[in-house]
């Protein structure tokens, strides 16, 4: 798919400098870019999460109202 996107100058000139070093083209630089950005903000898969109390015993409930206790 094509996109167009406005980047300052500045931008595409560094873009232009790394894809010179890298031996690579402007928007292949653009998608590693994005792929990375999007692989650290992805949203979390449900049960990403479980295990998360780890060997903590008692209740969580009771846990958390103790801390908020403290605040």
């Not at 500045?10 to 692989?39: F, P, Q």
């Amino acid at each position: 798919m094509r996109t167009l996107i406005d980047i300052p100058e500045d931008m595409a000139r560094s873009l232009s400098d790394i894809g010179v070093r890298r031996k690579t083209s402007r928007a292949g630089i653009i998608r590693e870019a994005l792929g990375e950005y999007l692989s650290r903000h992805k949203a979390s898969e449900p049960g990403e999460g479980f295990g998360a109390w780890g060997k903590r015993a008692g209740d969580g409930l009771a846990f958390q109202r103790k801390i908020r206790n403290e605040w």
